[in-house]
């Protein structure tokens, strides 16, 4: 199964904050903040959704189609990417801006408070995901994560002209998107991943309840944190799926980018919906213990044994066949 994960592509600056950003808040000066918080640390760690999603499915022995728009200082990147298993051959790259920068700083309650600069990004919508998927040889399921807006109306509006399964993932551009283009982001999808609150926010601006929203997406994947996911689809039970115990989380950017590699692997293996939650709450688990979202390190035998002595050993038997 070929799946191509567009999205964003960018380098995260990551800072600590040794404080909570709550003890600094004033509730009756909200609409006039101006605060500065001085941190502990700073790293500089690939990023950017979309890499995020094809560098797991890459150290789960797949080969993702990376699309997205990136710069000229791409090289480097675009190296460990595929020394990692991403095939990035569908990568635009920009000749007038840099790739796109996130900056985050975490606290020690785990808030966070973020800024995007798009750059490159922007250029995403020039992508023709046909194009892309006819120079690949054909693609069986595509991703479309946060990315330039106009880029992902493309990408859904194209899969659903080539009759192109695509899972709908807009995350931090829900915010931007209205009623209408909440809906076309989501209608017909394959599979809806989200958290709880964006969940509560698709289903606000959509005006879909749970029942509604069934009609429109086959699948609805939502993580719930420290609870682990849950999948519902229209006519079946929901299958809930805890997460990993005796996580000693470090950094939690890039868990859900983690969790959606692990299910898309599981998917791309055709094994089952709580296989692939299982899988993707196994691969979230390393990213929280590792600073920086690409910085974690999948072996057969660790992730077999912990899969095993988090959801028992005839479920890890399943995954274990596919790992290498």
Known sequence: MRIAVTGSIATDHLMTFPGKFTEHLIADKLDRISLSFLVDGLEIRQGG????????????????LLV???GQDFASYRSWLEAHGVDTSAVLESKRSHTARFVCTTDTDGNQIASFYPGAMSEARDISITDVAGRAGGVDLVLIGADDPDAMFRHTAACAAAGIPFAADPSQQLPRMDADQTRTLVDGAAFLFSNEYELALIEQRTGWDADELAKHVEIVVTTLGPDGARITQAGQPPVTVGAVPGIQAADPTGAGDAFRAGFLAAVAWELSLERAAQLGCLVAASALETVGTQEYQLTAAALTDRFAAAYGHPAA????????
């Not at 959704?49 to 993702?64: D, E, H, K, S």
């Not at 038997?317 to 290498?324: D, K, R």
């Open 49 to 64: 959704v979309a890499a995020n999603i094809a560098f797991g499915m890459g150290c789960l022995g797949l080969r993702p």
């Open 317 to 324: 038997a399943e995954v274990a066949q596919h790992l290498t």
């Open 68 to 70: 997205g728009a990136v």
